[in-house]
């Protein structure tokens, strides 16, 4: 079966400060990966994929996330976090390995401190 | 090129009645799913349609049904409505739902009373 898990439901950094969120996962195939974020009242939006292509995946508004197999993580990350960053973000894996049907992770809450 | 549209934006039931929920896909995206997002569950696959067939499912009873037509706007219909069922119901479509990048409607808000 396949999982993700976030560590952290809540975040806070200062704006200018590095974001890092942190996901795990858990699958038999090799995964398909993704990040989301959810600003309020809106639907999610996506932030990046993994599907076995370069380790390293750039996503919108400068995020980026390192896919590392040793340590089953898909962490993302941002050097200067902005105000407009708050919001939730959200891992998660494709069922089978396909993105048609995804499981999600519980969410990280990002606060950004002015 | 129009997003995903989800109507209605917010609904108010009370337990017993059914609801039908509506999504119309990003033009030439064949593939919808729907996704229910509550604070103790998080998010959680529904289901998906791809061309008017129900092709995953997740784990949901079976008062959670749906239909595809053949433009590809979807239904969701959630019959015998439980106090459980309030949650944020968000539908997505791809191309063709594999290897694809989902976009993800507004979402229809669920009250339940």
């Known amino acids: 079966a396949q999982s993700v898990t976030q560590l952290g439901s809540h975040v806070s950094v200062s704006e200018g400060a590095l974001v890092l969120l942190r996901c795990n996962y858990s699958?038999?195939?090799?995964?398909?990966l993704f990040w989301y974020v959810q600003y309020p009242n809106q639907g999610l939006q996506l932030l990046l994929k993994?599907?076995?292509?370069?380790?390293l995946v750039k996503g919108i508004n400068g995020f980026e996330a390192e896919f590392k197999k040793s340590e089953t993580s898909f962490h993302l990350t941002k050097p200067s976090a902005h105000m407009s960053d708050a919001a939730e973000y959200f891992c998660?894996?494709?069922?089978?390995?396909?993105?048609?049907?995804?499981?999600f992770g519980t969410g990280t809450l990002l606060a950004v401190q002015p | 090129k129009a997003g995903v549209t989800q109507t209605p934006r917010y609904l108010i039931k009370t337990r017993g009645q059914q609801v039908t929920l509506s999504c119309s896909p990003i033009s030439g995206h064949r593939s919808v799913s729907w996704y229910q997002q509550t604070p103790g569950q998080g998010l959680q696959f529904l289901f998906e349609y791809f061309s008017e067939t129900q092709r995953n499912k997740g784990n949901f009873p079976g008062r959670f049904s749906g239909r595809q037509f053949s433009n590809s706007r979807s239904e969701m219909n959630v019959s015998t409505l439980e106090l459980g069922d309030s949650a944020l119901y968000l539908c997505?479509?791809?191309?063709?739902?594999?290897?694809?990048?989902?976009?993800f409607g507004s979402g229809t808000q669920l009250s339940v009373l």
């Open positions: 993994y599907t076995s292509a370069a380790t």
């Open positions: 998660a894996v494709g069922r089978g390995g396909a993105t048609n049907k995804l499981i």
């Open positions: 997505a479509s791809s191309t063709s739902g594999t290897d694809e990048k989902l976009f």
């Open positions: 699958s038999s195939v090799p995964p398909y």
